[in-house]
Every structure is written in structure tokens, then in C-alpha cells.
């Protein structure tokens, strides 16, 4: 839904875009079209990033080095847990008006986002798959598989939240759609993640 929300957004502004163009000969571009900081702000906030994979977790009570003690200990006390869950994560800008802006001057248009981040994060628990192995005295427990399993959302969590790959992803998402957007003026576009240095997306066009 959010995506065909999106497009009709994109779709809309073109119009507008031609239309303004056309009532000005093609000379003149109205300042409320390259400023129109709502058409931006829901773009950039509705080109979010959305990932899709498996978290996985083992934990054991055992070396498995093949010693004779270790040997020993598998078929006595051994302990091992392994829980997989699909997640789906979501990347991408969370805007206010202290964090947003639009500037335009003469031909140049710099957009002022925060920098991309994780935006939620859920575990598939209804497909998760476990696995677990207990030696002759070790009785069963679902605390400790309620513990692996919030350990295994903490850990993974960090990991996606820190993922340079998934930001880095979800920022060229988002100067794709802005890019698109600014595609029908003759304008540079640039584009300033938080404290990024600012990205040129449009060059300006040479006569």
C-alpha cells in the first residue's frame, strides 16, 4: 500500500511539474514545485529499505573437540540449543522539521535528510525452527529456550541496526526516488545525509 502510495505521490508531482512548465513556456520553474518540502519529505520517507533473511542462534555447554572429557560430557550433560527465525527489517529516514530541509538557490537544490537507520525489526517467531540435543541427565526447559531466543534478537538486532551494507542500500534508495522526482528541471540536485558531506544526484544540465 505504502508503495502504490508512493508512485501515485511521484506520479502526481510530474504532472504538476509539467503542467507548471508548460503554463511558463518551459522557461520558468515555480519555486513552490523545487521546495515543496511535503512531496519530498513523503517520498524520502515512503522509499524505505525493506530486507528480508534468517537469524540464528547456537548455544552449547559442549567444546566438540573429540576429547575423551568432552566425549563424556555429550552423552551426560550436554546442553546445545539452535533456534533459526526469518526476520524482516525496514531501513530508512525518520523526519521531523528540526532534521529536514529543502534549500534552493539559482539552480542548485541540496535536500537535508538524517541519516538512514534501522526502522523496525521483526522475528518471524510462527516459522521459527529449533533444534536442541540433551545428555542422559539433562531434563527439559523452555526457560532457557525463552532466554536463547531473546538473546538472539538482541545480538541480531545490533548486528542489522550497525549493517553498512543495509544503510548504505537504503540511502541510494532514497536519492534514486528524490532523483526521479527533480528528473524534469533543469537543476543540480544534492543530497545531505545527517552529517554526510552533501551527494550530487542531478548535475546540471550543459547548454
Known amino acids: 500500500?505504502?508503495?502504490?502510495?508512493?508512485?501515485?505521490?511521484?506520479?502526481?508531482?510530474?504532472?504538476?511539474?509539467?503542467?507548471?512548465?508548460?503554463?511558463?513556456?518551459?522557461?520558468?520553474?515555480?519555486?513552490?514545485?523545487?521546495?515543496?518540502?511535503?512531496?519530498?519529505?513523503?517520498?524520502?520517507?515512503?522509499?524505505?529499505?525493506?530486507?528480508?533473511?534468517?537469524?540464528?542462534?547456537?548455544?552449547?555447554?559442549?567444546?566438540g573437540d573429540g576429547s575423551w572429557s568432552d566425549n563424556m560430557k555429550k552423552a551426560f550433560m550436554e546442553n546445545t540449543i539452535w533456534v533459526n527465525v526469518p526476520y524482516t527489517a525496514k531501513y530508512g529516514v525518520n523526519i521531523d522539521e528540526k532534521n529536514f530541509e529543502v534549500d534552493v538557490s539559482q539552480k542548485k537544490v541540496i535536500v537535508h535528510l538524517p541519516a538512514p537507520k534501522l526502522l523496525s525489526y521483526e522475528l518471524r517467531i510462527d516459522r521459527m525452527e529449533t533444534s536442541n540435543r540433551k545428555g542422559l541427565f539433562i531434563t527439559s526447559n523452555d526457560d532457557t529456550y525463552t532466554d536463547v531466543q531473546k538473546k538472539l534478537y538482541q545480538t541480531s538486532r545490533e548486528q542489522m541496526e550497525q549493517n553498512v551494507t543495509y544503510l548504505q542500500q537504503s540511502k541510494d534508495k532514497i536519492k534514486n526516488v528524490i532523483a526521479r522526482y527533480y528528473t524534469p528541471l533543469d537543476y543540480e540536485v544534492q543530497v545531505k545525509f545527517g552529517s554526510d558531506p552533501a551527494v550530487t544526484i542531478l548535475p546540471l544540465k550543459k547548454d
Open 1 to 63: 500500500m505504502k508503495k502504490i502510495l508512493l508512485w501515485l505521490i511521484i506520479i502526481l508531482a510530474f504532472v504538476g511539474i509539467f503542467f507548471i512548465g508548460k503554463q511558463f513556456g518551459g522557461k520558468t520553474v515555480s519555486q513552490q514545485v523545487l521546495s515543496n518540502s511535503y512531496i519530498v519529505r513523503e517520498i524520502a520517507e515512503l522509499a524505505s529499505l525493506e530486507v528480508q533473511g534468517n537469524a540464528s542462534i547456537k548455544r552449547s555447554n559442549v567444546e
